[in-house]
């Protein structure tokens, strides 16, 4: 098993920044990728990023790229997700996730998530 911690999540005029930090614990030695996910009231859980354990494969949904940076420390079993210029619509519950399988975009990829952390933008 892995348990998965998220926090850094909180309120944020448009235009703002946040750092959402995960902590992995348990069988992390398991994990070989870890993901960020959100979901926004009324709306399906959809992917923002993934990264690799080993740092060689990260990926972004278009909706987040080149506003949001995803970096894992892996002394620390920690990835991190540093959103830049964030908008109304960024507004949502965050979910940290893992797997064993490699990044991945699809949810049901994902074996072990967090209880998520609440992102609010306010325009």
């Known amino acids: 098993q892995v348990q998965l911690v998220e926090s850094g999540g909180g309120l944020v005029q448009a235009g703002g920044s946040l750092r959402l930090s995960c902590a992995a614990s348990g069988r992390t030695a398991t994990v070989h990728a870890m993901g960020w996910f959100r979901q926004a009231p009324g709306k399906e859980r959809e992917f923002v990023a993934a990264i690799s354990w080993s740092g060689s494969g990260i990926f972004y949904a278009a909706s987040v790229k080149g506003r949001s940076t995803i970096s894992r420390d892996n002394a620390k079993n920690t990835v991190y997700l540093q959103m830049n210029s964030l908008k109304p619509e960024d507004t949502a519950v965050y979910y940290c996730?893992?797997?064993?399988?490699?990044?991945?975009?699809?949810?049901?990829?994902?074996?072990?998530w967090g209880q998520g952390t609440q992102v609010t933008v306010s325009s």
């Open positions: 996730a893992a797997n064993q399988v490699g990044t991945r975009v699809l949810a049901t990829a994902y074996d072990y």
